[in-house]
């Protein structure tokens, strides 16, 4: 266990819907960072929150949004739900704003568009 | 903008024999370089990292990685394979600015056989 922990494992939704996906950093980590896994993309960076304040953003689509809250837990939106967003949707915490030490990654959330 | 080049997508070796996976950078700035590793089914571990201290870098499970500035490469290496290192290894770089390191940008990723 990593300390990093993200719901649902995995979600199946059709074409059209919304989804929220959920992540709690490690206990102490202020950044939060999504990232998307996908066959023919690789592991694209999509955003980041440090402290309840974005960042830095990375190649997300407008049609995704996410936010981190007060207790530090983030969610990433995706709404409008196309086949090519199903992918792994990784979230990853640091300490630091910029991650220098690397990040500690969460086990992931599968999402399946049908 | 900083970029990682995997040299090889599927390295094969047998077991108890050396394994080298290979990694070109691309960075304005001064990097930070990392190797993670994915197990099947599994999330995203840290093997090691460069932040400009020692070159020659030694992570966990007998990894070990030597930064190259003349050659901008930061090649995975260990002695010898086991059947547990089957996997996928992931080059990553960021770059150390004044306003602080920039995202990690993940490279395509090697995926190590390891044959009995």
């Known amino acids: 266990d990593s300390g990093v922990t993200q719901t649902p494992k995995h979600l199946i939704t059709a074409t059209g819907q919304r989804v929220t996906l959920r992540c709690s950093p490690r206990s102490g980590d202020l950044s939060v960072y999504w990232y998307q896994q996908s066959l023919d993309q690789g592991l694209q960076f999509l955003i980041q929150y440090y402290n309840g304040e974005e960042r830095a953003k990375g190649n997300i689509l407008e049609r995704f949004s996410a936010q981190q809250f007060p207790d530090l837990h983030s969610e990433l939106n995706l709404s409008s739900l196309e086949l090519g967003d199903s992918a792994l949707y990784f979230c990853?915490?640091?300490?630091?704003?910029?991650?220098?030490?690397?990040?500690?990654f969460g086990s992931g959330t599968r999402l399946t568009v049908v | 903008a900083q970029s990682v080049t995997q040299l090889d997508s599927h390295v094969s070796v047998s077991e108890g024999t050396p394994v080298l996976l290979r990694c070109n950078y691309s960075?304005?700035?001064?990097?930070?370089l990392f190797w993670y590793v994915q197990h099947p089914n599994k999330g995203l571990q840290l093997l090691l990292k460069y932040t400009s201290a020692a070159t020659l870098v030694k992570g966990i499970n007998g990894f070990e990685a030597e930064f190259k500035k003349s050659e901008t490469s930061f090649h995975l290496t260990k002695p010898s394979a086991h059947m547990s290192d089957a996997a996928e290894y992931f080059c990553v770089v960021s770059e150390i600015r004044n306003s602080g390191n920039t995202p990690l940008v993940f490279g395509k990723g090697t995926r190590l056989s390891v044959i009995a």
């Open positions: 960075s304005s700035y001064s990097p930070s």
């Open positions: 990853a915490s640091s300490p630091q704003p910029g991650g220098e030490g690397g990040y500690t």
